[in-house]
């Protein structure tokens, strides 16, 4: 799919040696499965928008909106080029906000599961709790997708990976989003059955 690697790896292939083998075919394209990118401007154009999503989410698309033309191209360049100090130099201001908020307006996320044909859940989902606590990974999969925690007497039936990592379910969502989202600027968790060896 078009999903980015890692994401796919967490969600298929976490606990394989080798994730999987790679077969190319060059007709028969499955267009009910995969994004056509004909072009690289396509592809370009796809994270982009991924990005201005985020940005709505995170700040009412005022960030991404207020930078140049210039910006944005120097974000695709730098991920394209794998040069993170190009990237970061831009996408650091969309990972910013005003001290007093204690965070983004909400969190982008989506999550995956292997056991659902649904592609992904995303919803509205503020970092900071109305009394001013802040939300935690745990907090959020209680909220849109509680099947993912284990009951507080019951076994572990799931684990929760971001970037090949299970956090802990303290974690505040915020420091999540901040330190573990995709080059889009989403935070991509994957829920997995618990590994049986």
């Known amino acids: 799919t078009h999903y980015p690697i890692g994401l796919l790896f967490d969600l298929l292939a976490s606990s394989s040696a080798l994730p999987w083998n790679i077969t190319v075919h060059f007709k028969s394209f499955p267009e009910k499965d995969l994004l056509h990118c004909p072009s690289k401007d396509v592809i370009e154009a796809h994270f982009m928008s991924c990005m201005k999503e985020a940005d709505a989410l995170k700040h009412k698309s005022q960030v991404i909106n207020e930078m140049q033309k210039k910006d944005h191209k120097q974000l695709w360049m730098g991920l394209q080029n794998d040069r993170f100090d190009q990237f970061w130099a831009i996408n650091r201001k969309l990972m910013e906000y005003p001290a007093e908020d204690n965070g983004f307006r909400y969190i982008p996320f989506r999550i995956y599961q292997t056991t659902t044909e649904r ?71 994957s829920i997995i059955p618990q590994p049986t060896d």
């Open 119 to 189: 592609p992904f859940i995303q919803k509205l989902f503020r970092p900071v709790a109305a009394d001013g606590q802040l939300h935690t990974l745990g907090d959020l999969l209680k909220e849109v997708c509680p099947s993912a925690i284990a009951p507080e007497d019951g076994e572990k039936k799931n684990q929760v990976m971001i970037h090949g990592i299970e956090p802990m379910l303290e974690t505040p969502l915020q420091w999540l989003s901040e330190h573990l989202s995709y080059p889009d600027n989403f935070l991509h968790i």
